[in-house]
């Protein structure tokens, strides 16, 4: 399985920075890129509607969202830093590929659905500021995924200097909407004491912790601190858990600071005059300036509105290149992951205003958080299992207070989201004119991805652990193989990639040398860290690699052939014609996967590499 955001992989070096402040800064960074989804436009939805509705009286879901996020954050840096995997890897080589598919399925709907409330939220921001309409604002977004790409080959550090000084604008532009609002600080602090007023603060408050911990934040976590490069031991591996913790304490405090403030501001201003019912952000922007008196007020809210938007959708997009290949390791150009995942969500934008109109995305924004979590517990239970196995964590799992106080949290926000879908499902059985579809269709769904979740919670308890290497890859040693003998070369390479692409290789290779030649299999591990150490990296993909090099080997020599086996490490179109012409070879057989024009941008052409590079025949077998 190739490294998480391969491109950026263990791109920042931390070893040679001396102790103290500067060690820290060169781990400061990735919990930034997350804070902002703790601050994108959906979180202003559901801030608003809660502040304007119930005044202060949720601020404390805020606060025990903000504890619940620190540490499952923690624990998804924890996983990336110690197992060198996200989370999307780690369940790929954990689950079935049937439950893999439906976790990929629930985890691109989050996605979508976050991507939504960021499109919106920038949209309306530049409706806010500039009058541009919100169809053009959502075209507009199309542009971010030119952006990333852009900052993602200056590095990560200037992504990060990016995302912060977009954090900073949203941060200051806060503290200025506070001085104007003036609120009370007696009924702040009162805030923070658990109440539920009714069941609509129960969908809101329920929303506020879709909108808080997001499951998109925890494959994204546990992917970026993978590029910080450290020392692998067991104190350089401690240091590194202990730097991103204070990396995550700052920047989701700030993500606080900033929610909060959105609430209060809500509260404060519409809730104080008897406003109950703003939920549109962009009401909250027209009633601003006539409520605190300056037209600093909505100016401020736009400008921050926009910057949240601008962050949150190149996180957005990295989470989309992370969930889609470590579910489906599923490699193509970066730059055509991205375009797919800013379509998700920039269609069901559109379509969403083009036939519900402008007035309903206060409504949407609030549902996209809503769905976010309902896909929580998909994403936080396989995580809990994960961080709390020794075997993957090798000494350092995490302690028995640590999983009771995950396991708790785990627990509320199930337990929130059944009641929710309960007594959504209720209302639509008692309000339907046909309930009969509804049996038919949401409630077998219902059940379903319920029985999903007990699963997911049980199957580590029941299933007796394999101390081998699982290959979860859609690699096949399993070959049919003819021994027709024909005429006999001296010495034929054949170059394999576990695929279905080799059956026919090999035979064709036999059916030209038979059993008296002797075969070279090669393969080529194409890895970041293959590219940077060669023969000398020992990551999970080399391992797979390796042992199904050796089984080609043991397999084909029971059936009288003479094998030998050459294992090269980087990219195939330099590598194979490397080993070809430092070797005695007669032909190179290589097997395609049948792919031009369109294919050939998105999985490269190695054939064409190879055969310009080599002196010897090269017979290409089309798959």
């Known amino acids: 399985m190739s490294k998480s955001l391969e491109e950026v992989h263990e791109s920042i070096a931390t070893e040679h920075k001396p102790s103290g402040f500067r060690k820290i800064l060169a781990f400061l960074g990735p919990a930034y890129l997350i804070s902002v989804g703790y601050m994108d436009p959906g979180n202003w939805a559901t801030d608003i ?31 990336g830093i110690v197992t060198q995997r996200d989370l999307a890897q780690a369940s790929r080589e954990t689950y ?5 598919y439906i976790l990929y399925f629930l985890a691109e709907i989050a996605i979508a659905a976050c991507d939504l409330a960021e499109v919106l939220g920038m949209a309306i921001g530049l409706n806010l500021l500039f009058g541009i309409s919100l169809i053009q604002g ?40 506070m001085i104007f609002a003036q609120p009370s600080v007696a009924k702040i602090a009162s805030g923070l004491i658990p109440s539920l007023p009714n069941e609509n603060a129960l969908y809101i408050a329920i929303g506020i912790i879709g909108a808080t911990v997001m499951p998109h934040n925890l494959y994204l976590h546990s992917s970026l601190v993978q590029t910080r490069k450290f020392d692998r031991s067991k104190k350089g591996i401690s240091q590194a858990l202990k730097y991103n913790f204070i990396d995550s304490t700052i920047a989701l405090n700030l993500a606080f600071f900033v929610n909060a403030a959105i609430l209060i501001l809500g509260a404060a201003v519409f809730y104080q005059n008897g406003m109950f019912e703003v939920a549109e952000i962009q009401d909250a922007h027209k009633l601003l300036e006539p409520l605190l008196g300056t037209k600093w007020a909505p100016i401020l809210f736009a400008v921050a509105l926009i910057a949240a938007g601008q962050s949150s959708t190149v996180t957005g997009t990295l989470a989309g290149q992370i969930v889609m290949e470590g579910y489906l390791n599923l490699r193509i150009q970066p730059w055509v992951r991205r375009i797919i995942t800013r379509l998700i969500a920039i269609i069901p934008a559109v379509i969403v205003i083009s036939v519900f109109g402008e007035s309903v995305t206060g409504k949407m924004l609030i549902l996209s958080q809503v ?30 207070t640590t999983q009771i106080a995950s396991w708790v949290i785990a627990t509320i926000i199930v337990s929130l989201n059944i009641k ?20 038919c269709t949401v409630v077998p769904l219902a059940i379903g991805f319920l029985i999903l979740l007990l699963y997911i919670v049980f199957k580590p308890f029941i299933s007796n652990a394999k101390n081998v290497i699982d290959n979860h890859s859609p690699h096949n040693t399993v070959l049919k193989l003819n021994t027709k003998e024909n005429y006999h070369n001296k010495n034929i390479a054949i170059s394999v990639d576990f695929s279905e692409a080799d059956e026919k290789a090999l035979n064709h290779a036999f059916d030209i040398g038979g059993k008296e030649t002797r075969y070279t299999l090669i393969h080529v591990v194409e890895t970041v860290g293959a590219m940077l150490y060669g023969n000398k990296t020992s990551d999970h993909e080399t391992t797979i690699d390796e042992n199904l090099l050796l089984e080609y080997k043991m397999l084909l020599e029971e059936r009288g052939f003479h094998i030998d086996i050459k294992l090269g490490f980087g990219k195939p179109g330099k590598i194979i014609p490397k080993i070809i012409n430092e070797g005695n070879y007669d032909l190179l057989i290589m097997g395609t996967h049948g792919h031009s024009g369109l294919k050939d941008l998105i999985f490269g052409t190695t054939v064409d590499n190879v055969r310009h590079k080599i002196s010897i025949p090269l017979f290409i077998i089309k798959n």
């Open 49 to 79: 509607a809660g502040g304007s509705q119930f005044g202060y009286a949720l601020l404390w879901v805020l606060l025990m969202s903000n504890i619940m996020a620190l540490l499952l954050q923690s624990l998804s840096a924890r996983l």
């Open 96 to 100: 079935s590929p049937f439950i893999n």
């Open 138 to 177: 959502v075209m507009i977004t199309v542009l971010d995924t030119f952006l990333l790409l852009f900052l993602i080959n200056k590095g990560m550090r200037k992504m990060e200097a990016f995302i912060l000084a977009l954090v900073l604008i949203i941060g200051f532009s806060f503290i200025f909407e």
């Open 371 to 400: 769905i976010l979590s309902l896909q929580l517990g998909f994403a936080i239970i396989p995580l809990i299992h994960f961080v709390s196995d020794k075997e993957k964590m090798k000494g350092f799992e995490i302690s028995t």
């Open 420 to 439: 929710l879908v309960f007594n959504e499902i209720q209302n639509w059985l008692e309000s339907s004119e046909n309930p009969t579809i509804l049996w």
